[in-house]
Structures are given as C-alpha cells and as structure tokens.
C-alpha cells in the first residue's frame, strides 16, 4: 500500500488536541493558585459570565436523571460553600500601585486536581470506546461520553459553583474591604 492511500487517524489528533488542551488549562489553574495575583475585575466577570454559560450548557445532561440532578446539585452547593470559605480566606494587597489578590492555595488546588483527575480519567474511558467506534463520529462520541455521568458532571459542577462564587465573592470583597482583608507587601515578598 501507498503511503498516500492511507487515510489519516482523526481521532488520535483529536485526542491529542484535547490532552494538550487540558495539560494547558492545569497549567494556567495551578500556576493561578499560588502568589499574588492581579486584580483584573472584566476578567473574572468574563470567567464568571462563561461559567455561567457551561454550566447552562450542561443543563440538559444534569437533568437526564435523578441521579444527575442530585449529583449536579449537590457538587453545586459545595462548590458554592467552599467558593465563599475560599474567599473569605483570600487576602487583598496593595503593591506597586496596583491591586493584588492572594488566593487560598489549598482550596483552588484541591477542587482543581478533583475536576481535572475526574475529567482526564473519563476522556481516557470515552476516547478508548470512541475509538472502537469507525472514524471521527466515534471519537466525538466518546468524548460526549465524557459527561454522561453523574460523577463527572458533579465535578464539573463543583468547579462551576466555587469559581463563580469565588470570583463573585473576591469582587465584592475589594469593593468594601476590610483592614483584616489586607496583607502586607513585605508578608507576600519571597525571602532574599
């Protein structure tokens, strides 16, 4: 056979592309829960507004069953809660005429790493059946499949509550804050 006969495998770009895009996206989510960060209210509103449209996007699928509902409802109220007690632990600082925010590093990283492990682990499974599927209609299917768990959109869920809340929370805390809401410049610096 010719080597130009051979017809290319889509689906193992397309599983290339999407793990590429979730190293990408852990990446930029751990780096953005350790030091200070740069207060940028249009972005977090933009995050917040695209949150909101996935977790709207995903609405159908938690409502397939009961089980979804629950699961999805559940991760939600959690996600919210620790959103708020993540806020609240968030400390605001003023350097260099600009404001920072310092994020709770466990709490972002933890709902983070569930999200992420629970999301790699699926498309692992999907992609493996998609690919039993004939051509690219299969590795979109298993890559659909990726959310039709209630564990899985649970966890999507989670990530949707806290980051909405948290960001929500952070916006309205450089609004009003108070002294106790500050840290220090020289608490923040690295040691020489």
């Given at each position: 056979m010719l080597v130009w006969d051979m017809q290319p495998d889509f689906s193992i770009i397309q599983?290339?592309?999407?793990?590429?895009?979730?190293?990408?996206?852990?990446?930029?989510?751990?780096?953005r829960s350790f030091g200070r960060q740069l207060l940028a209210p249009k972005r977090m509103w933009i995050r917040i507004g695209l949150l909101l449209l996935?977790?709207?996007l995903l609405a159908p699928a938690?409502?397939?069953?009961?089980?979804h509902l629950a699961a999805s409802i559940g991760a939600?109220?959690?996600?919210?809660?620790?959103g708020l007690w993540g806020a609240s632990e968030t400390k605001l600082l003023d350097a260099d005429g600009k404001r920072y925010y310092l994020p709770h590093t466990y709490t972002g990283l933890?709902?983070?790493?569930l999200v992420?492990?629970?999301?790699?682990y699926r498309l692992s499974l999907g992609l493996d059946r998609g690919r039993a599927l004939a051509g690219a209609a299969g590795a979109h299917a298993g890559a659909a499949a990726a959310v039709q768990t209630p564990l899985t959109?649970?966890?999507?869920?989670?990530?949707?509550?806290?980051?909405?809340?948290?960001?929500?929370?952070?916006?309205a805390k450089t609004k009003h804050p108070a002294p106790t809401d500050f840290e220090s410049a020289a608490e923040t610096r690295p040691p020489s």
């Open positions: 599983s290339v592309l999407l793990a590429a895009i979730v190293v990408w996206a852990v990446y930029r989510r751990v780096r996935v977790g709207a938690a409502l397939a069953t009961s089980a939600l109220a959690a996600g919210v809660a620790l933890i709902v983070t790493l992420v492990g629970r999301l790699v959109l649970a966890a999507l869920y989670l990530l949707i509550g806290y980051y909405v809340c948290y960001f929500m929370k952070v916006l």
